[in-house]
């Protein structure tokens, strides 16, 4: 964390990104952000590294904070890169000396990191969020005490008139206690230059270049900045990596930019989701209104991308008069997630268009659609005026496209349309002779070079790059050419980013290649953990010098891993066992005995009292022994433990255990209502916020532009878009109340939350399609808690994929999760067990353990989830006869049993009912308390309520809403079961 805040400073002031026009410049943000600090966390110390070689520089960045607080605390920065700078390492202070982070799986590192934290041990987690953001978290720090992180960046150089530029923001300088950098430059023929310093640069002739020690004077200005004379001619580098040799080579190009053939049809592809209104549309229109200056007349079909794409609108512009396209653009309503995939090409005049023009921040974040691939003659283009934009997915986008990525700052709207409207140097084709798997950075030149790395599998090698229009250049790669230990690092990174076009298709590889390099990815974290057996227990590879210990420790573990697994599936089998003896039970559908005196103890007879005491008193009813009931196990023991008698409730009716009725299994009652009439009845959710005052008198035409007036004052409420898209479904509009909705997508990058709470709202408004690729997200997020593969294994039967909803679901049956998601397996079994029944046999279960398939179909069912973490929510179901089924009192009179209590987040809680009396069944949630900060003001719970569970009658109903505070209890609806026409039997178990 601490780590994060020195880079987060530097890249936040970086004047590339600049502060959307249509908000006031904030002020200048913390170094280290601690939600629980009093004090704000002070900047002790800080020292620089920077070390430059070719175009590339390395620079280690080393900041010592200091807590003055009382009280030990956590650190969190997210922050966006500045273009071309890339994150390759970090390290944390363990007893005095510098650890280095290792890569691990993105959902495996949030999951140890926070157990972790949980034990009070210090591990740091730096991982990357949607677009060039970052994001470290580094605890504890102890109270008035200090820690040291140390975060390692690559970045390519600024090439200008044949003279390279290091710059590096130091916004931080002036509040530190100390500060002082170290200067190397290698390969060098001239001194470099400080052309922002008062004093000479004190640069000193080395070995390979040259060296210098900045003292504070020289570090106090904004930034640091440094220049040098660059290399006329191509050159390359080498440097080594896991015993493979790599390059990294520089091709200086003197071809000036052209015009070209502008097209004759364009298709402009204008973002218009909820985060496009941070992006500078008056940079935007200013390039806009110089590339159809130049285009003169064109045709354009304007393509709107939101949560899913608009009917295309076509203008024609003529003679550089794009007055009517451009007054549409400028009232654009920003609204709704980005699918910036979910579209299909406009066709003019019956064709294709020429070319396309990407407007956008390249945050896609909702749906399952990859972007179009472009046919051969067509060309993308891509502007981008966002702070925070994702350019990795942009540029990796224009390049397949044959096209550009054209970044606009302030200040350079003409160098912008320049690079639109013009064709520089651009590389036609590589070809390496003893070199293989060449990537370029860019298919462009920039600042007048291009960049090339690869393997080199020869001493002597030579790359070929061949540039369109003609010409080409070969560069030597050998044994004679200098280091750079930057260019494995620097292969890796712009492959990953070559894939990014491709993320869905290509995710598994752009993994493998991040954990391979220690890059983070949007699936890959760093991490730094303390104790060598936290490496062994989670299964993370260490830093070099642990890894001896690390193995002899994996050895032992893989023994110990296979019983756990064996032990984990004798348990839920254990559990099956006494939830089928449950399920086999009959259980009385009468009026439950009135308190009466009974002299009667009879062999095997069983006396429940309410105040537990033993022996028979008077006012005790005696009955004869119960069937027998399930044997929950908690999870920190060996043995099964029983459920005991359950205390009666508040309800007029006492509770009592089943009752052996006439010597037979089979209640008469329950018998003779033979195909009842089941049904469910919802109490509609009412929210009584204040902002929804005036859009429940609005018509439906004005109720979405009320909701777009208020939108600003509930920018970051997901209580806000959740009514104001009720309200939508209920006045007709569910276009925009799905568009309402997305912008959930957008509130939190990443937040697994806030994610779910869209996935459960989508799935309740009947569009389970858009649901499935929300909860593949929040999979990749979250792996480690079963609750995702049970939503996304639900979310793929909706929408009839039961083969993949079976597989999912079989994964949270016997897979180990930590011991807070009680009952999780069980329930799911359920689930499991209706999927493949409903499918009918077109679910291959030869994969799944036999033992565990036992379908048990119910009359009632009723599954409480909820979106917050270590927070304790109760599902309470009242039955006919007045007595409440819950956690203190989990198997009623007449049969109804409660799962386990899930006090440590997302549930599930599950109430069943095999035959269920006649009768009226109230469904409650209660919220009982929670142990962390929510992630909003109020708790999102859904309730799914289902007659004749696991059978072709089978009826469900999703609904959503949320609880406030500790102690709220909501009313959610009702099951009404009514009386089965007579001389209707059920058939009767066996």
């Known amino acids: 964390m601490l780590a994060t805040l020195l880079l987060g400073a530097c890249i936040l002031c970086a004047p590339a990104l600049a502060q959307s026009a249509r908000r006031a410049t904030p002020p200048p943000r913390p170094l280290l952000l601690a939600p629980d600090a009093r004090t704000p966390i002070q900047l002790q110390q800080a020292g620089l590294a920077v070390d430059i070689g070719g175009g590339m520089a390395a620079t280690t960045i080393e900041l010592t904070f200091y807590n003055p607080n009382e009280r030990v605390l956590e650190g969190e920065l997210q922050f966006p890169l500045a273009p071309g700078q890339r994150v390759t390492g970090f390290a944390l202070d363990l ?25 009070g041990v210090d591990p740091a987690l730096l991982e990357t969020t949607q677009g060039d953001n970052l994001k470290l978290r580094v605890y504890p720090i102890p109270a008035h005490g200090t820690r040291r992180v140390r975060v390692q960046l690559a970045q390519a150089l600024e090439r200008a008139s044949g003279r390279w530029t290091y710059r590096l923001p130091l916004p931080y300088a002036a509040g530190a206690g100390d500060i002082a950098a170290e200067v190397s430059v290698h390969s060098a023929a001239a001194a470099p230059v400080l052309p922002d310093a008062l004093d000479p640069a004190p640069f000193q002739p ?42 990294y080579a520089e091709i200086p190009v003197t071809t000036a930019p052209a015009p070209r053939a502008l097209p004759r049809t ?70 709704g997630a980005s699918a910036l995939g979910a579209w299909t090409a406009p066709r003019l005049a019956g064709a294709p268009v020429n070319e396309y023009l990407l407007v956008s921040d390249g945050l896609d974040n909702y749906g399952a659609r990859t972007f179009p691939t472009l046919l051969p003659s067509q060309r993308l283009f891509v ?83 061949t540039f369109a229009g003609g010409g080409s250049v070969a560069v030597p790669v050998t044994q004679a050419s200098p280091r750079q230990p930057l260019a494995p690092l620097l292969w890796a990174g ?103 005196i009974t002299v009667d103890t009879g062999e095997g007879s069983t006396i429940y009292r309410r105040d537990g005491r033993s022996g028979a008193q008077p006012g ?78 609005a018509d439906a035409q004005q109720a979405y532009a009320i909701y777009l007036d208020q939108k600003p004052d509930f920018f970051n409420s997901s209580a806000f878009y959740l009514d104001v898209a009720d309200l939508l ?33 989508l799935l309740q408004a009947g569009a389970p399609e858009l649901a499935v690729p929300v909860f593949e997200s929040v999979l990749r997020l979250a792996e480690d808690e079963p609750q995702s593969w049970r939503d996304l294994g639900l979310a793929y039967a909706a929408v009839g994929r039961a083969q993949e909803a079976a597989d999912t679901l079989y994964q949270v049956v016997v897979r180990e999760w930590d011991a807070r998601f009680a009952d999780v397996e069980l329930i799911t079994l359920a689930d499991l067990n209706a999927v493949i029944a409903a499918a009918r046999g077109k679910v291959d279960a030869s994969r799944f353990d036999a033992r565990l398939l036992r379908p048990m179909p119910l009359d009632l069912r009723a599954v409480l989830t909820w979106d917050a973490d ?16 819950m956690y203190a009192n989990r198997l009623t009179y007449q049969g109804g049993q409660m799962s386990r209590d899930v006090t440590g987040g997302y549930g599930p809680e599950e109430f069943s009912l095999r035959d269920a009396k006649p009768g009226k069944y109230k469904v409650e949630a209660n919220f009982y308390g929670h142990r962390q900060q929510l992630v909003a003001s109020s708790t999102t719970l859904q309730l799914r309520l289902t007659t004749g569970f696991g059978t072709p009658r089978a009826q469900e109903q999703l609904v959503t809403l949320r609880l406030r505070g500790r102690g709220e209890t909501v009313f959610v609806g009702e099951f009404e079961v009514g009386a089965a026409p007579a001389g209707n039997g059920r058939p009767a178990r066996r």
């Open 729 to 761: 479904f209920e006045k007709g509009q569910r276009d925009l109340a799905l568009r309402v909705l997305s912008n959930l997508a957008e509130m939190d990058l990443e937040n697994r939350q806030v994610l779910r709470i869209l996935g459960y709202r």
């Open 266 to 335: 364009m298709g402009l592809l204008w973002d218009s989701s909820g985060s496009g209104a941070a992006r500078r549309h008056d940079l935007e229109l200013a390039v806009l209104e110089r590339y159809f200056r130049a285009a003169g007349d064109i045709d354009v079909a304007l393509v709107r991308l939101r949560d899913r794409a608009e009917a295309p609108r076509t203008f024609r512009v003529r003679g550089g008069d794009w007055s009517a396209l451009r007054r549409e653009l400028e009232g654009t309503v920003y609204d």
């Open 383 to 465: 502007l981008n005026a966002a702070p925070g934009a994702d350019t990795g997915y942009l540029d990796a986008l224009a390049r397949r496209g044959n096209g550009r990525l054209v970044d606009i700052a302030p200040g350079a709207i003409d160098a912008a349309a320049r690079a639109l409207v013009t064709d520089g140097a651009r590389i036609a084709a590589l070809q390496g002779d003893g070199l293989a798997d060449l990537q370029a950075e860019s298919i462009d030149a920039h600042g007048g070079i291009v960049r090339v790395a690869g393997r080199r599998q020869r001493a002597d090698a030579l790359l070929r790059v």
């Open 95 to 119: 007893d005095g000396a510098m650890r280095p982070a290792v890569p691990v799986d993105k959902a495996k590192g949030r999951q140890v990191f926070e157990a972790i934290v949980r034990r």
């Open 870 to 885: 270590n927070s304790d929510m109760d599902l309470w179901v009242t039955d006919p006869n007045g007595e409440r089924c």
């Open 206 to 247: 080395a070995a390979d270049g040259f060296k210098a020690s900045l003292p504070r004077r020289l570090l106090a200005n904004d930034a640091l900045t440094i220049a040098g004379k660059a290399d006329d001619g191509a050159r390359a580098w080498t440097g080594e990596f896991e015993d493979e040799s790599y390059f």
């Open 494 to 596: 712009w492959r990953i980013d070559a894939l990014q076009a491709d993320y869905l298709l290509k995710r598994a590889e752009i993994a493998r290649l991040g954990k391979r390099f220690g890059i983070a990815t949007r699936d890959t974290s760093l991490i730094v953990l303390e104790r060598l057996d936290d490496y062994v227990r989670h299964d993370i590879a260490p830093p070099p010098e642990l890894r001896k210990a690390f193995a002899q420790m994996q050895s032992l573990r893989t023994e110990t891993l296979a019983t756990a697994r064996e032990s984990h599936l004798q348990r839920v089998l254990r559990e099956l066992d006494a939830k089928q003896a449950w399920w086999e039970t009959g259980y009385p559908k009468g009026a439950p005995p009135q308190p009466k």
């Open 620 to 697: 005790d009813v005696i009955l004869p022994p119960p069937p027998p009931e399930p044997a929950f196990q908690a999870r920190s023991t060996t043995a099964p433990a029983p459920m005991m008698p359950a205390p009666a409730p508040a309800a007029p009716s006492m509770a009592y255990r089943s009752v052996q009725v006439s010597g037979s299994r089979v209640d008469p009652a329950a018998a003779a209502r033979a195909q009842a009439q089941l049904g469910i009845a919802l109490q509609k959710w009412t929210p009584d916020a204040r902002y929804l005052d005036r859009l429940r008198g």
